[in-house]
T-cell receptor
Framework: AQSVTQLGSHVSVSEGALVLLRCNYS??????LFWYVQYPNQGLQLLLK??????LVKGINGFEAEFKKSETSFHLTKPSAHMSDAAEYFC??????????????FGKGTLLTVNP | ETGVTQSPTHLIKTRGQQVTLRCSSQ?????VSWYQQALGQGPQFIFQ???????GRGNFPPRFSGLQFPNYSSELNVNALELDDSALYLC?????????????FGQGTRLTVV
């Protein structure tokens, strides 16, 4: 069964520093991978997605992620953190829920804190 | 293009009661999925509706049920509420049979069971 593991429930960085949020997946078939961000008391906003093709994916707000099949990883990075990046980040994999249907399976999330 | 909207935003219910949560899907989307997000956890898949029929279900008991209407809006119903049902309930809409490529989420309904 497909699953996602996010390493580190809480990451703290200084403003301007590199952001690295780790995600490893388990999938018996080529995965569709996503990163979502959740600000307090809000729903989920899609940051970026990997379906097929280029393994380096660029998203909104300066974030990007690289799909590495050999490492079963899809880590999220941003070169320079901004205070507004403070939020919870979820990695997700799209898996079949029956027939030709798909659902999202999420990791437990990583809370990003940005210090001034 | 309108986004996904959910109502109400907050709700307090008593254990044993029933609740109905509502979701309007994004324009042009025919699939709605519901997720439960307990405090400090990632969202968990409840079920999905495609063209008014249930199209996949997660590990939730039958007291969690739903509907999808011809305009693709959806309801989540929970009977016999338990304290553990307290969570943020998220609705997501997508095009096609499920969230293979992209899902758009509403802001959620915060349900508190006391």
């Amino acid at each position: 069964a497909q699953s996602v593991t996010q390493l580190g429930s809480h990451v703290s960085v200084s403003e301007g520093a590199l952001v690295l949020l780790r995600c490893n997946y388990s999938s018996s078939v080529p995965p569709y991978l996503f990163w979502y961000v959740q600000y307090p008391n809000q729903g989920l906003q899609l940051l970026l997605k990997y379906t097929t093709g280029a393994t380096l994916v660029k998203g909104i707000n300066g974030f990007e992620a690289e799909f590495k099949k050999s490492e079963t990883s899809f880590h999220l990075t941003k070169p320079s953190a901004h205070m507004s990046d403070a939020a919870e980040y979820f990695c997700a994999v799209s898996v079949r829920s029956g027939g030709s249907n798909y659902k999202l399976t999420f990791g437990k999330g990583t809370l990003l804190t940005v210090n001034p | 293009e309108t986004g996904v909207t959910q109502s109400p935003t907050h709700l307090i219910k008593t254990r044993g009661q029933q609740v109905t949560l509502r979701c309007s899907s994004q324009s042009g989307h025919n699939t709605v999925s519901w997720y439960q997000q307990a405090l400090g956890q990632g969202p968990q898949f409840i079920f999905q509706y495609y063209r008014e029929e249930e199209n996949g279900r997660g590990n939730f008991p039958p007291r969690f049920s739903g509907l999808q209407f011809p305009n693709y809006s959806s309801e989540l119903n929970v009977n016999a509420l338990e304290l553990d049902d307290s969570a943020l309930y998220l609705c997501a809409s997508s095009q096609g049979q499920g969230t293979r490529f992209e899902a758009f989420f509403g802001q959620g309904t915060r349900l508190t069971v006391v």
